[in-house]
């Protein structure tokens, strides 16, 4: 069945470095979406990509879809505190009624 | 966040007993989705439901079940809760238009 892995795990980061997660899937996905959650909450939107080598910013993010459209990834610059949480990327094959999850990127920035 | 709220916010039972735990939106949206999130697995779909009476099995379905009587709440059920069912439970609608998810603040269950 649909898998989507996730690396790392986990992320250490002093504040003012760059963080880096990647997802990798088994199958073409129609699209894939990013969330963010922080600890204790819950899984938060962040992006759909839905175009092959699509590239997307929101301030210090940056996200790309691979032109397969079986990868992507999430760079932040120059981490804050305030980026601290598990991010997760969802990914959607021909339905577009189910989400396959990767297992999250855990960061913790240092001040 | 798109008025969705789940209840209870936490619960302990015993290996065994049925539980039964509620989604609520007050949204009117069409898709609705139940997931579990462990630790190192992210969050897994168990069922979905694209509509009143409509659902459909996600990828960890077993021992579970699902009702949607109505459009604005989404049940989920566990006929004879076990241990392995200890999980924090999420529920989220998505927007039809941008096919985002909004998740509910999740359920800590703990099956003793």
């Known amino acids: 069945g649909q898998q989507v892995m996730q690396i790392p795990q986990y992320q250490h980061v002093q504040e003012g470095e760059d963080f880096t997660t990647y997802c990798n899937s088994s199958t073409t996905l129609s699209n894939i979406q990013w969330y963010k959650q922080r600890p204790g909450g819950h899984p938060v939107f962040l992006i759909q990509l839905v175009k092959s080598g699509e590239v997307k910013k929101q301030k210090r993010l940056t996200f790309q879809f691979g032109e397969a459209k079986k990868n992507s990834s999430l760079h932040i610059t120059a981490t804050q505190t305030t980026d601290v949480g598990t991010y997760f990327c969802a990914g959607q094959e021909g339905n577009f009624n189910k989400f396959y999850f990767g297992s999250g990127t855990k960061l913790n920035v240092k001040p | 966040d798109a008025g969705i709220t789940q209840s209870p916010r936490h619960k302990v039972t015993e290996t065994g007993t049925p539980v039964t735990l509620r989604c609520h939106q007050t949204e009117n949206h069409r898709y609705m989705y139940w997931y579990r999130q462990d630790p190192g697995h992210g969050l897994r779909l168990i069922h979905y439901s694209y509509g009143v009476k409509d659902t459909d099995k996600g990828e960890v379905s077993d021992g579970y079940s699902v009702s949607r009587s109505k459009t604005e709440d989404f049940l989920l059920t566990l006929e004879s809760a076990t241990s392995s069912q200890t999980s924090v439970y999420f529920c989220?609608?998505?927007?039809?238009?941008?096919?985002?998810?909004?998740f509910g603040p999740g359920t800590r269950l703990t099956v003793l």
């Open positions: 989220a609608i998505k927007t039809a238009g941008t096919n985002e998810q909004f």
